[in-house]
């Protein structure tokens, strides 16, 4: 596929950050973006909503539709699907870009925040993907991508934060089932995990500008994504893609101009050892 032009794209947690970056990736493709999210109306303490998002990817030249969507609600999801495949006639990608994140030991890790984290990563990674699965075994090209890390299953990435690291290798580990499972039905199922810090809202809550400065913007994620989803669904499943890596497979060499702050000594994101930047 040349490019994702009349495809529709259905992103979890498109307001801002990677998802957002993503659609607008889609968009300047001429894709057709469903922006899913909780963020219907504005909040003072995090930029955009889902409809201003929505904006955004329309005037960068593709069409979209916003959704208010808790990946929580199984309902939500189901409706969700049902709506964005009525308004554009179908759904040939899935992004599950929700996630939610709190890094701190057992001891210190509330079992609110345990149970947010799966139901938002691993339950709705799960749930979102079924729910577009009708909507996807009739695409021409069918994909789901996951924002999760490659599956490590060393101790070190589990000490730290183990309630987090659960969630997000619950959502590799759909990744690692759904590809097996949905491999003679044509349907791509892979994962995509950046090398670097990416600078977003969630990272400006964690540490502030001085991690911002040492991180990439999300459009390297977004670039990345934009490729895997043109590769052909039957011959491109069961990967577990590292923007990077990715990058470079098409050619793309200087990835000097993803840096937020220009020769700033990048830092690794979590799950990655330390490689090519």
């Known amino acids: 596929m040349a490019t994702l032009r009349g495809k529709t794209v259905f992103i979890t947690g498109a307001s801002r950050g990677i998802g957002k970056a993503i659609g607008l990736a889609a968009a300047r493709d001429g894709a057709n973006v469903v922006v ?9 303490k995090l930029p955009g909503t889902i409809h201003s998002a929505a904006e955004e990817m329309e005037r960068a030249g593709g069409r979209a539709l916003a959704l208010p969507l808790d990946v929580r609600d199984e309902e939500q999801i189901r409706a969700a699907a ?14 599950n870009n929700a996630s939610a994140i709190f890094l701190a030991g057992t001891a210190d890790t509330p079992a609110k925040r345990f149970d947010l984290m799966h139901q938002v990563n691993a339950r709705g990674t799960f749930l979102a993907s079924k729910a577009c699965l009708p909507f996807l075994e009739k695409a021409e090209n069918p994909h789901i991508l996951v924002l999760s890390p490659p599956l490590d299953m060393r101790a070190k990435w589990f000490a730290p934060h183990l309630a987090y690291t659960l ?19 044509g349907i ?11 600078d977003t809202a969630a990272l400006n809550l964690l540490g502030g500008e001085s991690l911002a400065r040492r991180a990439r913007s999300p459009a ?7 490729f895997i989803l043109r590769r052909e669904a039957k011959s491109c499943t069961g990967h577990f893609f590292v923007d990077d890596e990715v990058l470079r ?9 993803y840096a937020r702050v220009p020769e700033s000594e990048l830092l690794p994101d979590l799950f990655l050892e330390p490689g090519p930047r």
């Open 188 to 198: 791509a199922v892979n994962a995509l995990w950046p090398r670097t810090l990416i």
């Open 167 to 185: 969630s997000k290798f619950g959502m590799s580990m759909c990744v690692l089932g759904l590809a097996e499972e949905l491999a003679g039905r």
């Open 249 to 257: 497979e098409e050619g793309v060499e200087d990835l000097s101009r």
């Open 36 to 44: 899913t999210g909780k963020s219907s109306v504005p909040n003072p």
């Open 82 to 95: 049902q709506a964005a495949a009525e308004h554009f006639g179908g759904i040939d990608v899935l992004v």
């Open 220 to 226: 390297i994620v977004a670039d990345a994504a934009r």
